[in-house]
């Protein structure tokens, strides 16, 4: 029952009504008998009204996706390490009247990973994409035993490659390991990493229901080792045509659903100290999805 005491939380992206977080986190508010509600804000407005609409109408908590991941972090009161490290931000906490952002997407992506692949070796990374998920996933990495990255970013608009190589060396000194950034087009060198890979992940929007393609052309998929995982941060459609292709040659694949549920449980761990019991929401949306 909804009172005048509820909390209200919610996701702040565009588009937003395909998303499973109000499902996630309504499940883990009713786990916890906490008085809260978990909404979806399909909007477009400029950042800083934003940011001045969770303060005015008291929101407790937001998650954010596109377009603003980036655009609040200079609108925050306080930025975690994590978040200070990536320069995205996925979570946002309202404590005392000040914004807190915080991003649990990379923790959210190896959490899901050792989850369901414990004793997999994950030295050698291969990272297709360069954009702030690909970021956090890099951040996130060392805390969980990768020795090296190599990442292969596409030469676009909307992240320069300059800002990007900037961003990397500063994880990379933070946390004392090697990532090496590649132009996509160097297919020599795209190919000599993916015969070494323990892990090979797709960051970028190829795959996504409306960006269809490969991040990979078919014959290199089959230059990568058996024995190496082919994950995908998408989850709609649940297995993209690149997963499909490594599942084929034989290859462990793993796609974004759990990061979606794992990345969802920290962010609600962060605004409730509680801890989400995530097997109960796995078997909801294999149910629902």
């Not at 809260?36 to 005015?56: E, H």
């Not at 954010?64 to 990536?86: G, H, I, N």
């Not at 459609?237 to 979606?260: C, E, I, K, V, Y």
Request: charged share 10%.
């Amino acid at each position: 029952m909804i009172s005048g005491y509820t909390a209200l939380y919610g996701l702040v992206a565009h588009p937003a009504h395909h998303s499973l977080s109000p499902m996630i986190h309504n499940l883990g508010f009713k786990q916890h008998q906490i008085d809260a509600r978990y909404l979806v804000f399909d909007s477009q407005a400029r950042p800083q009204d934003v940011a001045k609409a969770i303060r005015t109408l008291g929101v407790a908590g937001v998650n954010l996706s596109m377009p603003y991941k980036q655009s609040l972090v200079p609108l925050m009161d306080e930025l975690m390490p994590t978040a200070q490290l990536v320069g995205a931000i996925n979570t946002v906490a309202l404590r005392s009247g000040k914004l807190v952002g915080t991003n649990t997407d990379g923790d959210g992506f190896w959490r899901a990973l050792q989850k369901r692949y414990s004793n997999l070796a994950s030295q050698q990374i291969v990272i297709l994409g360069g954009g702030g998920a690909a970021l956090a996933v890099i951040e996130a990495a060392a805390r969980y035993g990768v020795a090296t990255i190599q990442v292969f970013k596409r030469q676009n608009t909307t992240y320069a490659a300059a800002a990007v190589e900037q961003r990397l060396a500063k994880i990379a000194n933070h946390h004392s390991m090697s990532i090496v950034l590649h132009n996509y087009a160097d297919e020599q060198a795209l190919q000599q990493a993916l015969s070494n890979a323990d892990c090979v992940i797709n960051a970028t929007n190829l795959g996504m229901v409306n960006t269809p393609g490969l991040p990979l052309a078919a014959p290199l998929i089959g230059q990568i080792p058996m024995t190496c995982l082919v994950a995908d941060l998408i989850y709609a459609p649940r297995q993209t045509a690149f997963l499909q292709l490594a599942a084929r040659s034989g290859h462990p694949t793993q796609n974004g659903l759990g990061m979606l549920v794992e990345q969802a449980a920290l962010s609600f761990q962060f605004w409730t100290g509680q801890v989400l019991q995530t097997d109960p929401i796995y078997h909801a949306l294999t149910k629902e999805f």
